[in-house]
């Protein structure tokens, strides 16, 4: 008796840290064919022959076949985070290649997201900043050094509205907006102010490191790959937010620039 | 502006802008320059493929394919995760500022255009898909491929 209960924990434990791998992973922007290799194989290497598992890009089912035992978990915020997915990726192959243990495992699971350090905020401000002009200028293909300054700071006006307002409510939609709002807004003061020319080419820079082109490819890729429910998901989310920068912008275009 | 510099420039600022983007989505430091490497290689695969004038999906597909294959080298040369070297590298290529212009189109009320983004942005974010998908074709090949000349060799 004692020792099927005991076997029972271990069998939950198991499941719970499949499901803080795939919660990580999938609230780091993994594709979802990935986050169900890396449970399996998590729980294959622990030992639980078959199991059962199923993820959404808003919840997790992980379950055994043979027994009448099943776990869930949600996700309720989705990001990029490249440094998280590595980790648990790194992780779940130690633990295959038996270099840590089970209980290892699972208390650097526990500590994936506290532990994981991120680059300051400036050096990510100064990254969104050189991506935006650089990108405004090979995707317009007009080479106007001009208008640079204009789009590496719109960029990093956006890019630090997300941030901060990110903190501080959950709602995407408006972030984006308001985030959208305030490249719109840098553009057209540094406009009226001389700073640029070509108002359209800015906003595209000014944007980029806001656009859910990523999330869009992605969610292809999981409708191709047959997770069709991940792709929908994932999709609508891409769409809105693409939705929630347009209509920031066109904010911008319908009152302001028809007086100016 | 000749075309030999125009080239140069597209691929300065394709590495420079991907490796930037790097940093706002966290990847780890000495994954940086891959990275640049990688955004590079898909983005110059599609420039050079449509100023030869080629279709808009074929060069999409063709930078997908060689971004992925990169993704994998770069993954066996720095023993990390293929994923950490896609998703930056994506960067350039993604319809991302097309979507956003496609809302704003819709929303300023001229909706032929933006049914027109639309199509574009689909038919884009497809073929780059399309293209990851023959890249891993191609690998599961080859690394049947791999093990079935090991069996092989086993073989008395």
């Keep these: 008796m004692e020792i099927q209960r005991q076997v029972g924990t271990y069998m939950e434990r198991v499941m719970d840290a499949c499901i803080l791998a795939g919660r990580l992973m999938i ?7 990935r986050v169900e290799d890396t449970m399996r194989r998590i729980a294959q290497n622990a030992g639980i022959e078959h199991p059962v598992i199923f993820t959404t890009p808003t919840g997790i089912f992980v379950g055994l076949q043979d027994r009448p035992l099943t776990s869930l978990g949600t996700v309720d915020q989705r990001v990029l985070n490249i440094e998280k997915i590595s980790r648990v990726n790194n992780l779940s192959r130690l633990f295959a290649a038996q270099q840590i243990d089970f209980d290892q495992l699972y208390a650097a699971l526990r ?3 506290r532990a994981t350090p991120t680059f300051p905020l400036w050096l990510q401000c100064v990254g969104a900043a050189v991506a935006s002009a650089l ?4 995707f317009s293909g007009q080479y106007d050094w ?3 300054p204009l789009a590496a700071l719109a960029g990093t006006g956006g890019y630090l509205v997300a941030y901060y307002l990110g903190r501080f409510t959950r709602v995407y ?4 907006t308001v985030a959208a709002l305030a490249v719109g807004i840098i553009a057209y003061v540094g406009i009226l102010l001389g700073l640029g020319h070509s108002i359209d080419n800015i906003l595209i820079g000014g944007v980029m490191p806001l656009v859910p082109g990523v999330a869009l490819t992605t969610s292809i890729r999981d409708l191709l790959a047959g997770d069709l429910l991940s792709g929908i998901a994932r999709g609508v989310e891409a769409i809105l937010s693409a939705v929630a920068i347009g209509v920031g912008i ?5 009152f302001l620039i028809p007086w100016a | 502006m000749p075309i030999w510099l125009q080239f140069i420039i597209q691929a300065l600022f394709s590495f420079f ?3 930037a983007f790097a940093l706002c989505i966290n990847v780890p430091r000495r994954a940086l320059i891959p990275c640049g490497w990688s955004g590079l290689l898909g983005w110059m695969v599609y420039w050079v493929l449509w100023q030869l004038g080629s279709g808009r999906m074929l060069a999409n597909t063709a930078g997908a394919v060689i971004l992925a294959f990169s993704g994998v080298l770069f993954a066996r040369r720095y023993k990390m995760p293929a994923i950490i070297f896609n998703i930056p590298g994506l960067f350039p290529l993604v319809p991302g500022a097309t979507a956003y212009q496609a809302v704003r189109e819709l929303v300023l009320g001229d909706i032929d255009a933006s049914m027109r983004l639309v199509v574009r942005v689909t038919l884009v974010a497809g073929s780059i898909a399309v293209g990851f998908m023959i890249a891993q074709l191609f690998g599961e090949f080859y690394s049947r491929y791999l093990r079935s000349s090991w069996q092989f060799r086993q073989r008395p």
């Design chain 1, 27 to 33: 609230a780091n922007g993994s594709e979802m064919y």
């Design chain 1, 111 to 113: 500590d994936v997201d």
């Design chain 1, 135 to 138: 990108l405004m200028i090979i």
């Design chain 1, 146 to 148: 001009l208008d640079m």
């Design chain 1, 173 to 176: 939609f408006i972030t984006q």
């Design chain 1, 250 to 254: 066109a904010l911008i275009f319908r």
């Design chain 2, 17 to 19: 802008a991907t490796a």
